[in-house]
């Protein structure tokens, strides 16, 4: 855990210094692969499909939670920041999904916003990382649901480490359904 | 969009050819740990190359962080108790 703040720290440190472009493709690929590791890891493990079928109810409500969880909190910070409930609560409608969401919304509502969203989904993400193997000895699907949108891919790896296989499992069907979510979260409170 | 059909289909792919037990091998290299990391390098390269977005943290720092706090906290409520309920009524239902 340790290594991944690092890493993070030390790219954030070389982003600073260095003038370079990374290549989205890169990033794909290397978000593929990961998730084909991950997928090799799972698939392997005795009967999975009996329990991948058993864990369908458990992602949807898993991802209901995440989102109202999610946008509740989020929207009662609202008494100690300046925003509205709706502007708080939109900010982090991302649930880690910096990119889109920090598009979305300085589009639809304002760049301001959306800079704030984006610093907020970085942030959740910075501090899962940090969190979720503390969370994992209280609750596995806690841990899961701190990820957020991010738990199929940037911390699929981290949750699969630190979970059983059908969290990590309910940990990649809740990003994906998160995933599917987002921008249709966004449009509703901002459009 | 077509990123996420990417990935759903890399992980299909990779538990399909799990299910088949060949691959069992890759394990012993650390894989996943060495892509995270490279994954996570390249997620703060591309924020520390985000000037505008340096100049304006002070100003949006405060709320970002209590907003996502917020949402971290609001997500892990919910679920633990939903997680704690469910293994109670598996525990039930195992027993019967």
Redesign the interface.
Known sequence: MILLISSVVLGIVCGRFVSFQISDNIITFLLMLLVFVVGIDIGSEEGILKRMKVNIPIIIIQSVLVIAGTLLFAGATSIFTGFSFKEAMGASAGMGWYSLSGVMISEMYSPFLGAVSFTSNIIREVISILLIPFFAKVSQLGAVSSAGATSMDTLLGLISKNTDKDSTLVAFGQGVILSMCVPLIISLIFG | MG??I???I??????????T?K??F??KYK???I????????????????N???E??PE?????????????????????I???F?NKYLEKKKNQ
């Open positions: 990123i996420l990417l990935i759903l890399s992980f299909v792919v990779g538990i399909l050819l799990g299910l037990r691959f069992e890759l394990k894989l996943v740990t892509i995270t990391v490279i994954l996570l390098f390249v997620m703060g390269f591309e924020i520390g190359s985000d505008e977005l340096f304006k943290l949006i720092g405060f709320s970002a962080l209590v907003i996502a706090l917020a949402g971290i906290l609001g997500s892990v409520v919910f679920t633990s939903f997680d704690k469910k």
